[in-house]
């Protein structure tokens, strides 16, 4: 890596009871469970062999906080919240499992299954939306440690649409990319080009229940 790009690895946080269970999350803020505790750890451990990066970002919510912190523990990096990588609100639905929410508003939920990119999901925002705000904050945060790595911590809609950003691809392609609980992305920000070097790596949790 160059003095002018920045090695960024983008971390979705661990598992929280409506991960498991499944339901809409966006804004509402969720603690880890015991798996996620754990998940938290194994991430730290991995990027503490990986890494020494210059800052972690994390999303403001409790879920993303307490997955950054064992990593800033295990690097020694400072931990610092970013507004711009927060969860999509997802208004009207959050808290509804997608049995809830496709009866309660099928038509949008078709959208959202079909043409995500489409989706307006009431009260909430879109997926260009959280791709604006998010890039915007990943691309200053980069400008700000050219030659360093820095960490992001964030939510799967967010790391989901961030990933088809720099693989140059539109957000019609949101279902064609997979985050896991607590998997790891790394990837090269060099000028306003991006090298992509791992997508959704979740070898550290192999001895996670």
Not at 32 to 59: C, D, F, H, V, W
């Amino acid at each position: 890596m160059n003095s002018n790009s920045t090695e960024i690895i983008l971390v979705r946080h661990g598992q929280t009871e409506w991960n498991r269970i499944e339901r809409f999350r966006g804004r509402v803020d969720i603690p880890l469970n015991n798996t996620g505790l754990e998940q938290a750890q194994a991430i730290a451990t991995r990027l503490a062999k990986l890494s020494k990066p210059a800052m972690i970002y994390s999303s403001p919510l409790e879920r993303c906080l307490k997955t950054a912190e064992p990593i800033g523990k295990a690097t020694g990096a400072p931990v610092q919240a970013l507004d711009g990588i927060i969860d999509i609100d997802y208004g009207d639905w959050q808290g509804l499992t997608p049995e809830e929410a496709e009866k309660q508003y099928p038509d949008v939920y078709r959208v959202w299954l079909s043409a995500p990119h489409k989706a307006v999901i009431p009260g909430g925002e879109t997926l260009d939306q959280v791709r604006a705000r998010a890039l915007a904050a990943l691309e200053q945060a980069a400008q700000q440690h050219l030659g360093q790595t820095i960490i992001l911590v964030s939510h799967k809609v967010v790391c989901k649409v961030l990933v088809c950003a720099v693989l140059g691809l539109d957000n019609s392609h949101f279902w064609y990319i997979e985050q896991d609980n607590a998997a790891i992305n790394v990837f090269e920000r060099n000028g306003l080009s991006y090298l992509v070097k791992s997508i959704n790596d979740t070898c550290h949790l192999e001895r996670v229940r």
